[in-house]
């Protein structure tokens, strides 16, 4: 049984960095062919892709936000995480974190998902 | 980039909805689709456009059609209503998301 579940701070500041951690169970990221995605919702808006790591440390992200986001993993531990800089007030927003659906299928799509964590970026 | 999808649809018990999403590059690539309820994590409902994953109930459908694809739930229920998303990727093979369409179940 796959499961994930997201974890971190759920205020911050303006200009701070976030840190979010993603603890899964049910596979193994030194598994071939297995990636965890970071998806992220606004209140009322719609979902918008973040990263994506993959078993092989292949790391991919958004375009628009590529130069403040890292996606790092560590495999003892089963976990993900992502980091963001330098947070606006419009990075408000529910962070999910997902896996990959299986390798081979593409582009790639989210076959199970955390509940998600709500962050808030306010003074 | 962007996947376009009309931002409400509404529909009787059961009767029919169809959930258009429109891309450039939605000929070139696989296109999936979540389900979304109030305060809940997004559901897979569609994969590969047309297949649907296990525990998925068949009135659930996807089809394709070019630039344009479709999900089609048949003889609507209540539970139903949900926000509906659509994904695939643009020309480069970013991850990008539809806009959203709420169903409203009548």
């Known amino acids: 049984q796959i499961t994930l579940k997201e974890s971190g701070p759920t205020l911050v500041k303006p200009t701070q960095t976030l840190t979010l951690t993603c603890t899964f169970s049910?596979?193994?990221?030194?598994?071939?062919?297995?990636?965890v995605g970071w998806i992220r919702q606004p209140p009322g808006k719609a979902l918008e892709w973040l990263a994506l790591?993959?078993?092989?440390?292949?790391?991919r992200y958004s375009p628009s936000l590529r130069s403040r986001l890292a996606i790092t993993k560590d495999t003892s531990k089963n976990q993900v995480v992502l980091t963001m800089t330098n947070m606006d007030p419009e990075d408000t927003a529910t962070y999910f974190c997902?896996?990959?659906?299986?390798?081979?299928?593409?582009?790639?799509?989210?076959?199970?998902w955390g509940h998600g964590i709500l962050v808030a970026v306010s003074s | 980039y962007e996947l376009t999808q009309p931002p409400s649809v509404s529909v009787s018990p059961g009767q029919t909805a169809r959930i258009t999403c429109s891309g450039d590059a939605l000929a070139d690539h696989y296109t999936y689709w979540y389900q979304q309820k109030p305060g809940q994590a997004p559901v897979l409902m569609i994969f590969?456009?047309?297949e649907r994953p296990s525990g998925i109930p068949e009135r659930f459908s996807g089809s394709s059609s070019g630039t344009t694809v479709t999900l089609t739930i048949s003889a609507v229920q209540a539970e139903d209503e949900a926000d509906y998303y659509c994904q695939s990727a643009d020309s480069i093979g970013s991850v990008v998301f539809g806009g959203g369409t709420k169903v409203t179940v009548l």
């Open positions: 590969k456009d047309t």
């Open positions: 790591i993959y078993w092989n440390n292949d790391q």
């Open positions: 997902a896996h990959r659906g299986p390798w081979g299928i593409v582009p790639p799509f989210f076959d199970y």
């Open positions: 049910g596979f193994s990221l030194s598994t071939s062919e297995v990636g």
